[in-house]
T-cell receptor, first 113, second 115 residues
Framework: QQPVQSPQAVILREGEDAVINCSSS?????VHWYRQKHGEAPVFLMI?????EQKGHEKISASFNEKKQQSSLYLTASQLSYSGTYFC??????????????FGRGTQLTVWP | EAGVAQSPRYKIIEKRQSVAFWCNPI?????LYWYQQILGQGPKLLIQ????????DSQLPKDRFSAERLKGVDSTLKIQPAKLEDSAVYLC?????????????FGEGSRLTVL
C-alpha cells in the first residue's frame, strides 16, 4: 500500500524545472506532499483531495489524477532552497483506514547554483 | 507559536536495552502521531492518538513498543527490549483536527542507534 515515487533522485541547476511522480495501486482519497531537509523535520507543502484538483504553492504546484491514482509535483524555476527529499503520502480511504498516511520512499532533489 | 518538541535528539543504546522518547505537540492539537523513519525510507506510522485515546496502533510492534498519551497532551514512546532493526529516527507529529484532515506538524525527531 506504500506509494511508488519516481525518480529516486534528481539533480538540477538553479532555474531548471522538475517533476516528481507518485503512484498508488489503491484508490486514493487524498495525496499529501512534504519536503524534508537533511536532519530536519518534514514540512507540509500541500494536500490534494480526489477530484483532479491542482494546487500551487509559490513556484511549486501539484496535480492529482484520480483515475490513474497518480499525483505529480511540479517545481518551476528551482531555487537552491528547494533541495531536500520530497515525500508523497497517500490516504487510501478514510473510512476503512482511519486516515492513515502511507509515505513513499522519497525523491532526493539537489539544486546546484 | 512553538512547534512540536521532542527529546532526546539522539540516543545510542545496545541491543536488549530500553529507551523512551518524549513528545510535546503544538498546544491545542488533538491528534498526535508517532512515525518511524528508517534511513532512506519514508515515515511509517506506528501509532495515532486522538486526545488521549488510541485511534490506530495496527503497525506498532506491541511485543516491544508501547506508547501513551496521558491527559491528552504530551506522549512517550518506549522500546523494550531494543533490536538492531529499531535503529531509526522517531518522528512525532501533531494536527489540530481529526485523522489526516490536513497538515501534519512534525518535530525534528529522535535518532536512535542500536548497537
Amino acid at each position: 500500500q506504500q506509494p511508488v515515487q519516481s525518480p529516486q533522485a534528481v539533480i538540477l541547476r538553479e532555474g531548471e524545472d522538475a517533476v516528481i511522480n507518485c503512484s498508488s495501486s489503491k484508490a486514493l482519497y487524498s495525496v499529501h506532499w512534504y519536503r524534508q531537509k537533511h536532519g530536519e523535520a518534514p514540512v507540509f507543502l500541500m494536500i490534494l483531495l480526489k477530484g483532479g484538483e491542482q494546487k500551487g504553492h509559490e513556484k511549486i504546484s501539484a496535480s492529482f489524477n484520480e483515475k490513474k491514482q497518480q499525483s505529480s509535483l511540479y517545481l518551476t524555476a528551482s531555487q537552491l532552497s528547494y533541495s531536500g527529499t520530497y515525500f508523497c503520502g497517500t490516504e487510501i480511504w478514510r473510512g476503512s483506514t482511519l486516515g492513515r498516511l502511507y509515505f513513499g520512499r522519497g525523491t532526493q532533489l539537489t539544486v546546484w547554483p | 507559536e512553538a512547534g512540536v518538541a521532542q527529546s532526546p535528539r539522539y540516543k545510542i543504546i545496545e541491543k536488549r536495552q530500553s529507551v523512551a522518547f518524549w513528545c510535546n505537540p503544538i498546544s491545542g492539537h488533538a491528534t498526535l502521531y508517532w512515525y518511524q523513519q528508517i534511513l532512506g525510507q519514508g515515515p511509517k506510522l506506528l501509532i495515532q492518538f486522538q486526545n488521549n485515546g488510541v485511534v490506530d496502533d495496527s503497525q506498532l510492534p506491541k511485543d516491544r513498543f508501547s506508547a501513551e498519551r496521558l491527559k491528552g497532551v504530551d506522549s512517550t514512546l518506549k522500546i523494550q527490549p531494543a533490536k538492531l532493526e529499531d535503529s531509526a529516527v522517531y518522528l512525532c507529529a501533531s494536527s489540530p483536527g481529526s485523522a489526516n484532515t490536513g497538515e501534519l506538524f512534525f518535530g525534528e525527531g529522535s535518532r536512535l542507534t542500536v548497537l
